[in-house]
DNA sequence: TATTGTTATACTCTATAACTATA
DNA sequence: TATAGTTATAGAGTATAACAATA
C-alpha cells in the first residue's frame, strides 16, 4: 500500500496516525521473537511496577475497559506467561502475577522495545529526539481543551 | 474511562497512541458541525489539491484500500459533498469532484481543524510547536528499518 | 491479462449489557 | 447495593476475495 501525500504532510492528525503506525510496524517485528506484541508487553510492565494488580486495576492504568483485560490477561496466561490467583482478602478479585517465564520474557522483550525505539527517534539525533519526547510528554500533561 | 499511567509515559508507543487520540477527540468535537470527520475532510482535501482524481488515486494517496474508499465517496456523496462522475477518457474510471456544498464545507472546516492544531500545540509554545511538526515530519521520511 | 469500482465477507479491536460471585 | 470477573454481543474500522465492466 503506497502513499503519496504531499498535502497531508502538513496535518497534525496524519502526522501522528503515520508515526505510530511506522513505530507499531516496527516494534510488531522486533517484539514477534518474544510471542508478545506492545499492548501485551505494557500489561506486563504495569503489572510488574509497584503493587500486584487485580485485572480493574491494571486495565485502569492502562486505560482499557475491564473486559478488553479479560481478554489480554486470557492470553498472557495461555502462554504461560501471567497466572491469576484469587485475592484472600477479596475473593471477587484476581490478582495476576508473572511467572519466571514472565519475567524473563519481559526483560528480553523491554530490551527490544528499546532498541525500536532508538532507531526510529535516530533520524532526530540524540538532542532532537529527547526534545520530542518531552514534547510528547506535555502534550498529553495539558488538560483536553473545551468550549 | 480514567488513566494513571506513570509507568507508560516514557513509552513512545503509548505517548504516541495517546496524543492522536486526544486530538482526534478535540477534532471530532469540532469538525461535528460540519458533518464530517478527519478521515473525511482529508479525502476533501486530496481531492481539491492538482488534478481531479479517480477513487484509486485518492485511496492511494491516503493510503487506504479502494474498497474503503467506496464506503467514504459513499457517505459524502450522501451527503451532496461530491459528486461521481465517468471518466470519458477511461471509463472504468470514477472521478470525484467537490460541489459547491463541499467546497464550503471544506474551506469552514479546514479552518476549524487548524484552530484545534493550534490550541492542541499550544502547551509547547510556538517554536517548540514548529520543531515538534518537523520532527514528525522527519520521522515519517526516513526510510523503515529492516534487519 | 490488468485495472476500476463494487459487493460480500471476515478480521481486529474495543465497548456495552447482562450474568455470577462476592462484598 | 456495589464491585470484580466473565461471557455474549455488537459496533467501528479496515482488509481480502470475487465479480462485472472496461482497457
Do not use: W
Not at 500486584?52 to 481478554?71: C, F, I, K, N, Y
Not at 471477587?92 to 502475577?97: F, G, K, L, M
Not at 538532542?127 to 495539558?142: C, N, W, Y
Amino acid at each position: 500500500m503506497e502513499r503519496d501525500a504531499e498535502p497531508l504532510a502538513s496535518r497534525l492528525g496524519y502526522l501522528l496516525k503515520h508515526a505510530q503506525l511506522k513505530l507499531n510496524q516496527a516494534g510488531g517485528r522486533a517484539l514477534a521473537p518474544f510471542g508478545v506484541d506492545g499492548h501485551e508487553l505494557a500489561v506486563l510492565v504495569v503489572l510488574t511496577t509497584g503493587e500486584p494488580l487485580s485485572q480493574v486495576e491494571a486495565a485502569r492504568q492502562l486505560g482499557v475497559d475491564r473486559t478488553t483485560m479479560v481478554a489480554l490477561v486470557d492470553g498472557l496466561e495461555e502462554r504461560g506467561l501471567v497466572e491469576r490467583h484469587r485475592s484472600p482478602q477479596d475473593r471477587r478479585r484476581n490478582i495476576v502475577e508473572l511467572t519466571e517465564t514472565g519475567r524473563s520474557c519481559l526483560r528480553q522483550a523491554e530490551q527490544a522495545r528499546l532498541e525500536v525505539e532508538r532507531r526510529f527517534l535516530a533520524p532526530l539525533g540524540e538532542a532532537e529526539a529527547d526534545r520530542f519526547v518531552r514534547s510528547l510528554q506535555t502534550l498529553l500533561s495539558a488538560p483536553d481543551a473545551e468550549e
